[in-house]
């Protein structure tokens, strides 16, 4: 009877334990991607461990620095770093920024429409996507080159707001996530035009 209560108190133990580190997981990891930037910031670096690929310089273009083998998306002023996927459906949002079908690539001259989770538990990409400001540069890798951008719009719109992904004339970019933190009530979107583009 000894043995069988040390055994269930043993067991009740273990569920104690593993009920508190589920909910600290719970609790503490929608915050972590903010702790980062701020630990960032508070460096004083664009760019740290969390972007082990190379530095972007504050002014355009990457010229000379070993560019990522991969696509990939880099905002220094938001600290994102980030594989950019494509695929038909939805589903591409959780491997990576997601180029929308149907919309260009930065090789094309029309809108290359990226879109991204803000928050979940597998993935935050775009969590600090509200960080980005008026005229920040966003450089593009795309099939081994170099694409940068200049932000010229941050807006909140509603999901209805289908527009957003329209063709244009001029070769731009735009971004977009939910809005606010931890909702899908609306819709950040952030757009730039292309300011340099690699030959």
């Not at 580190?21 to 460096?43: D, G, S």
Request: charged share 15%; glycine share 4%.
């Amino acid at each position: 009877m000894h043995k069988q209560f040390l055994t269930w108190r043993h067991a009740n133990n273990f569920l104690t334990v593993a009920i508190v580190a589920i909910c600290l997981y719970v609790i503490i990891l929608p915050i972590v991607p903010a702790l980062q930037f701020w630990f960032a910031e508070r460096l004083g670096a664009h760019t740290s461990i969390l972007f082990p690929i190379h530095s972007l310089p504050a002014t355009i273009n990457t010229k000379g620095t070993q560019k990522p083998s991969e696509n990939r998306i880099e905002i220094p002023s938001a600290h994102i770093n980030e594989l950019l996927v494509q695929g038909p459906t939805t589903r591409s949002l959780n491997n990576g920024i997601w180029v929308v079908p149907h919309t260009s690539t930065p090789d094309g001259d029309s809108n290359t429409v990226l879109a991204g989770h803000r928050f979940m538990y597998t993935n935050q990409l775009f969590y600090n996507l509200d960080k980005v400001k008026m005229n920040d540069v966003v450089a593009i890798f795309w099939q081994g080159k170099e694409y940068n951008y200049q932000v010229t719009s941050i807006t909140v719109v509603p999901p209805s707001a289908v527009d957003i992904q329209n063709p244009t004339e001029q070769s731009t970019l735009t971004m977009y996530t939910c809005t606010p933190l931890w909702t899908s009530k609306n819709r950040l979107v952030v757009k730039a035009k292309l300011i340099y583009k690699e030959s």
